[in-house]
């Protein structure tokens, strides 16, 4: 392994560039040449990126030498934090993974949203959406990371309510739906602000564990982390370490969507098509996993010396994700919202790769783990940004967001229906394709370090996993349409224009390559970037337990496949083949019917959120208001307002019968005393000269009786 020298700028450039891709849409006026820049400037990223992917292939690491921009600057000296940039083999894949899927959805987007009238807006945020997700890759420290993670939520806000008229058409949900009397339906500002609030209750949580974690190790920094463990030891003194580590973790489990704040990304879809391919592949859902992937070795390892202080974080987080999987598998089962029925599936491929990187702190090579975590992050990367761009094209082409008014597409849209199939089968985790061999990573590492709890949850949900997606294929290519008519005026059923249709081939593409690659121990090549990255972190370290290792074993992938087929049959002869209505099941039996409400309801877990979170404080404001505000406040201010009209009354009376009246009289008194000297000016100098003599004598018998000179005389 050798290392290849490589300009510092080169990765500064690849989340700056979509940054100015940001200034350049509203600074480009309309037309092409703003949709041109659009996509330039995340295309211009990608080639970085994709300079610093080919060394890595070539099994050899990168070296940065500074030039223009050092790998590290000065960013808050005072506090002696610096801001810079990784280039290790696992976050340069991680990088190429996000700036080629987001130049996709770029160029899709030029079609899909041709015509719009807030398509300069729309740039602006999805650009910057790809630099603030770049730049949560390459920080090299956790503030410059939660910098790119606020940067994501804005977008993610905007994005999602992008729609902010509100029309009917692009409501999330079916209006009128109801659970446990709750609305289920939203417009896209209500799903846009639910995103935003429910993914800051996780932000928060996290910012106050970084803040605690900075008291105890006076950095931000990873390597500073890694190479400096007394921090750990101390909050381990404390009691604090388990609790800080979760703090943190809790920014991924909103950023991610993972129980218990799941619930905002089934309703996200209430934005475009293509900012759900981006959300749900390239941004936002995979932030929380780099997240946990920069924590976890560092919490680790520096815990090395006694691991059982950290084990219960990373057993946290293997069942967060698995049961997260599951809960969001059972409901993609049912419902028809194509794009929620996608959002509920990207929700429980989130829970595997979280499961993955907490079962790396619970085997033997922690290496294996952050493997597999990344295995999935990649293959369900790949073929959900196909299934959402394709979504976008069936619902603007049949005219309907329900796969069950879709229906006999099959010969109609055959590109799509091979891509759709395709990244259907690796959804499932169907060999060869790539989802077999990621989802195979994962469980491979839970039956190899003991944890089969986690491994039957995980091949159980692969089962549901297989149900949904081929109940998803089947009705959209082989169902009967409900309502045939609803083909888009003018549009008919033929494929869209290679705009649309190229990105989600490519993408099919991937996803088959990657299966090709699994043969050729792609697992192994990924398990080595791990390694590297962990070496990276820990500067002339060593640890037991970290060579690349195989990940494949064949009876856990047996068991595996045994529920994938139970579930991909099951599946055929309901959706596909049409032995059986599905419908007539739920009607006819009382248990079926009952679990299909509790699923189709979301578990009641968003409406007892609504119940408890939204509903219970209005209602209490709305009491307060009533009770408090008028029935106490209000009383009080007319009180107060009737009592002070009282003392202005009173003072006024005051005011105007003695304050008045003491003016008035006083200037009475002094304009009489004015008339009457006034009648001593007779204007005669006669007088003057009498009264001035008169007034002379008295001052002299004054004189003489306060002096006492009359007593001598």
């Known amino acids: 392994m050798t290392a290849v020298s490589v300009p510092s700028y080169f990765v500064w450039l690849i989340f700056i560039l979509p940054y100015v891709g940001t200034l350049a849409a509203p600074l480009t006026g309309k037309g092409k040449v703003r949709d041109i820049a659009a996509v330039f400037f995340p295309f211009l990223s990608a080639i970085f990126a994709l300079y610093l992917l080919i060394p890595v292939l070539q099994g050899d690491t990168i070296s940065l030498f500074n030039s223009i921009i050092p790998t590290s600057v000065p960013w808050i000296p005072e506090l002696g934090i610096n801001f810079g940039v990784l280039s290790d083999p696992y976050t340069v894949i991680i990088a190429n993974l996000v700036a080629w899927i987001s130049l996709l959805v770029m160029v899709y987007s030029v079609d899909y949203m041709k015509g719009d009238s807030g398509l300069t807006r729309y740039w602006f945020f999805m650009s910057f959406f790809i630099g603030s997700m770049q730049l949560i890759v390459l920080s090299d420290n956790l503030l410059g990371l939660f910098i790119g993670w606020e940067g994501v939520g804005l977008c993610s806000y905007a994005l999602i309510g992008y729609y902010y008229h509100d029309e009917k058409e692009n409501w999330v949900g079916t209006p009128g739906s109801k659970a446990l009397g709750e609305e289920q339906a939203y417009p896209p500002s209500h799903a846009g602000m639910k995103a935003f609030f429910m993914t800051r209750v996780g932000d928060l949580a996290m910012l106050a564990g970084m803040l605690i974690l900075f008291v105890f190790s006076g950095t931000f920094s ?56 981006l959300i749900h592949a390239a941004t936002m859902v995979n932030a929380g996993v780099v997240l946990v992937a920069r924590i976890g070795p560092i919490f680790y390892f520096a815990m090395a010396a006694n691991p059982a202080l950290i084990q219960p974080f990373f057993m946290v ?46 085997s033997t090579n922690f290496a294996e783990g952050l493997s597999a975590g990344l295995f999935q992050l990649i293959s369900h990367a790949i073929f959900k940004a196909a299934l959402f761009l394709m979504a976008g094209v069936l619902i603007h082409l049949t005219g309907t967001k329900y796969i069950n008014e879709m229906g006999g597409l099959k010969d109609k849209l055959k590109i799509t229906f091979a891509v759709f199939l395709i990244a259907a089968a690796a959804l499932s985790g169907i060999p060869p394709l790539s989802g077999f061999w990621s ?8 039956w190899g370090s003991g944890q089969y709890g986690l491994f039957l949850v995980g091949s159980a949900t692969a089962g549901l996993t297989a149900f949904y997606a081929f109940r998803m294929f089947g009705l959209v290519f082989y169902g009967l349409r409900e309502k045939p008519d609803h083909e888009a005026p003018g549009h008919g059923l033929k494929e869209p224009s290679p705009l649309s249709w190229v990105p989600y081939s490519v993408l099919g593409a991937g996803t088959v390559v990657i299966g090709i690659l699994g043969f050729f121990n792609l697992g192994g090549f990924l398990q080595a970037s791990s390694v590297t990255y962990i070496y990276s972190l820990f500067t002339g370290a060593l640890f037991g337990g970290l060579s690349p290792a195989s990940q494949f074993n064949l009876v856990s992938s047996l068991i595996t496949l045994g529920f994938v087929v139970i579930g991909l049959l099951v599946s055929i002869q309901l959706y596909v083949r049409r032995k059986v209505s599905p419908s007539s099941i739920v ?56 009592l002070a009209l009282w003392f202005s009354a009173g003072g006024n009376w005051f005011d105007r019968n003695v304050v008045d009246e003491a003016a008035d009289g006083g200037a009475r008194v002094g304009q009489a005393l004015s008339r009457t000297f006034r009648r001593l000016q007779t204007g005669i100098l006669e007088q003057y000269a009498l009264v001035l003599a008169i007034g002379l004598i008295i001052l002299l018998l004054l004189f003489l009786l306060l ?7």
């Open 707 to 713: 002096s006492g000179v009359y007593v001598a005389i």
């Open 222 to 277: 990873y390597h500073a982390l890694a190479t400096s463990t007394a921090w750990a030891t101390s909050l381990a003194a404390a009691g604090l370490l388990v609790p800080v580590a979760l703090l943190i973790f809790g920014g991924a489990i909103g950023k991610s969507a993972q129980f218990p704040l799941q619930e905002w990304l089934p309703d996200a879809m209430a934005g475009p098509a293509p900012v759900s391919a």
């Open 439 to 446: 989802k195979d990573a994962i469980l491979a590492t839970a």
């Open 317 to 362: 987080v293997a069942w967060i994700g698995a049961f997260t999987a599951f809960l969001a598998a059972t409901q993609a089962m049912v419902g028809f919202e194509l794009k929620k029925l996608l959002a509920y599936s990207t929700v429980s491929q989130i829970g595997y790769m979280m499961l993955a990187l907490g079962l790396a702190g619970l």
């Open 587 to 642: 009607k006819d039996s009382g248990f079926a019917h009952g679990l299909h409400t509790f699923l189709e309801n979301r578990w009641y877990v968003n409406a007892v959120y609504y119940k408890v979170f939204v509903n219970a404080p209005l209602r209490a404001s709305y009491w307060t208001f009533d009770n408090f505000e008028i029935g106490v406040l209000e009383k009080v201010n007319n009180g107060v307002r009737a």
